[in-house]
């Protein structure tokens, strides 16, 4: 066998491997994809609109950990979307009285 078809099948392997991990893993990921997603919504919302700072000034207040997880304005509805691709999106909407409240 020659050693460009050995790199092709330890290549293959290790895809297979990844692709199994990450099925293995799926629902564990999709959890903590939620988590993120519902508390970076909720203290986006209320920093924009409890707080009234910028979005821009919001984003910085993103966890260190939260890398993956990218927030939307939505300002005709008083309310913060957070989405972590592929696995997670949550909505949090101001209420007057109550503060940012994290949509079903």
């Known amino acids: ?52 700072r910028s979005m821009a000034s919001c984003k910085g207040d993103k966890e260190p950990g939260m890398w993956a997880v990218s927030l939307k304005d939505l300002p005709e509805s008083q309310s913060v979307s957070a989405a972590v691709p592929l696995l997670a999106f949550r909505t949090a909407r101001y209420r007057k009285g109550w503060g940012c409240l994290l949509e079903q």
């Open 1 to 52: 066998m020659s050693g460009r078809r050995k790199w092709i099948y330890a290549l293959a392997a290790m895809g297979l491997v990844a692709v199994a991990l990450l099925a293995w893993n799926w629902s564990a990921l999709r959890a903590h994809a939620q988590v993120g997603a519902g508390f970076g919504a909720r203290v986006a919302c209320s920093c924009r609109y409890v707080e009234g």
